[in-house]
T-cell receptor, first 113, second 110 residues
Framework: EPEVTQTPSHQVTQMGQEVILRCVPI?????FYWYRQILGQKVEFLVS????????KSEIFDDQFSVERPDGSNFTLKIRSTKLEDSAMYFC???????????FGEGSRLTVL | GQQLNQSPQSMFIQEGEDVSMNCTSS?????WLWYKQDPGEGPVLLIA?????ELTSNGRLTAQFGITRKDSFLNISASIPSDVGIYFC??????????FGTGTRLKVLA
């Protein structure tokens, strides 16, 4: 069964360093998303991406964040200069339709020291 | 911002019991999704609802999309230990984002 895959599963970084989280969405999906979940809390929307551009972003997604689809399969989230409060699980998700079923990857745990 | 409230926040139940949880919103949404999340893993889609009043089943799970399009419930029948986890509802109205609820944490006592 097709699935969303994410790498790395866990990344530890120093405050101020750049981090890139990678995702391979399901192959026939057109809408891509990043969410984050701080331990024990709810899943928060960061950004959606469609037709090679950002469709919507939340207030969390400030200038330190960027997304890119560099080729036909990968979808990346870059945090330019990490802060302690960026420590969280980051989930990539994709859907085939704008309001269709949303499928999540296993997540990338980011720890900022 | 838009709020999606789930109740109860957490519940302990005995194995074999039926479980009911719900999700309410102050706004109308056209798509309601229910997810289960195990510790350290990503949310897994359980049921998708697209039509007000729709009742959909997936094995022991049954979910309904409220007629007002502002609520939904999820029932689990004959609970088993592996039903333990956090259940989230999520909604969208085609604004390129899905909003997640606050979650219901389910613990099953064998």
């Amino acid at each position: 069964e097709p699935e969303v895959t994410q790498t790395p599963s866990h990344q530890v970084t120093q405050m101020g360093q750049e981090v890139i989280l990678r995702c391979v969405p399901i192959s026939n999906h057109l809408y891509f998303y990043w969410y984050r979940q701080i331990l024990g809390q709810k899943v928060e929307f960061l950004v959606s991406f469609y037709n090679n551009e950002i469709s919507e972003k939340s207030e969390i997604f400030d200038d330190q964040f960027s997304v890119e689809r560099p080729d036909g399969s990968n979808f990346t989230l870059k945090i330019r200069s990490t802060k302690l409060e960026d420590s969280a699980m980051y989930f990539c998700a994709s859907s085939r339709l704008e309001t269709g079923e949303l499928f999540f990857g296993e997540g990338s745990r980011l720890t900022v020291l | 911002g838009q709020q999606l409230n789930q109740s109860p926040q957490s519940m302990f139940i005995q194995e074999g019991e039926d479980v009911s949880m719900n999700c309410t919103s102050s706004s109308i949404f056209n798509t309601w999704l229910w997810y289960k999340q195990d510790p350290g893993e990503g949310p897994v889609l359980l049921i998708a609802l697209y039509k007000a009043g729709e009742l959909t089943s997936n094995g022991r799970l049954t979910a309904q999309f409220g007629i007002t399009r502002k609520d939904s419930f999820l029932n689990i029948s004959a609970s088993i230990p592996s039903d333990v986890g956090i259940y989230f509802c999520a909604v969208t109205s085609g604004t390129y984002k899905y909003i997640f609820g606050t979650g219901t944490r389910l613990k099953v006592l064998a």
